[in-house]
């Protein structure tokens, strides 16, 4: 079992960032491929970014350039840097693991464990 933990959400003015937290409980933290996802009131939920066991990264197209993935094992913690951040931004943004070897999922259903996600709001 795996808990996540997200944090660093907030409001930021348009063209701000924010980095995004995502803590995990347990020692296989390293064993994980992690993702982030984002997801808007009745909307389906999005992939954003995610990193594989060996720190092999993917993102979506959209949010190439933007957004920056990255995990520190010893912390048992994955990032999301958001820069140059929108109004269009303004979802929840979740994270997500998955016990997996080389691949980099980047749909919902293939993620085992998840967040309870965190809110941001861009807006002046």
């Known amino acids: 079992q795996v808990q996540l933990v997200e944090s660093g959400g907030g409001l930021v003015q348009p063209g701000g960032s924010l980095r995004l937290s995502c803590a995990a409980s347990g020692r296989t933290f390293s064993s994980y491929a992690m993702g982030w996802f984002r997801q808007a009131p009745g909307k389906e939920r999005e992939f954003v970014a995610g990193?594989?066991?060996?720190?092999?990264?993917y993102y979506a197209d959209s949010m190439k350039g933007r957004f920056t993935i990255s995990r520190d094992n010893a912390k048992n913690t994955v990032y999301l840097q958001l820069i140059s951040l929108k109004p269009e931004d303004t979802v929840v943004y979740y994270c997500?693991?998955?016990?997996?070897?080389?691949?980099?999922?980047?749909?919902?259903?293939?993620?085992?464990?998840w967040g309870q996600g965190t809110q941001v709001t861009v807006s002046s």
């Open positions: 997500a693991a998955r016990n997996i070897m080389l691949l980099v999922p980047t749909t919902p259903e293939q993620y085992d464990y």
């Open positions: 990193i594989s066991r060996s720190s092999s990264t």
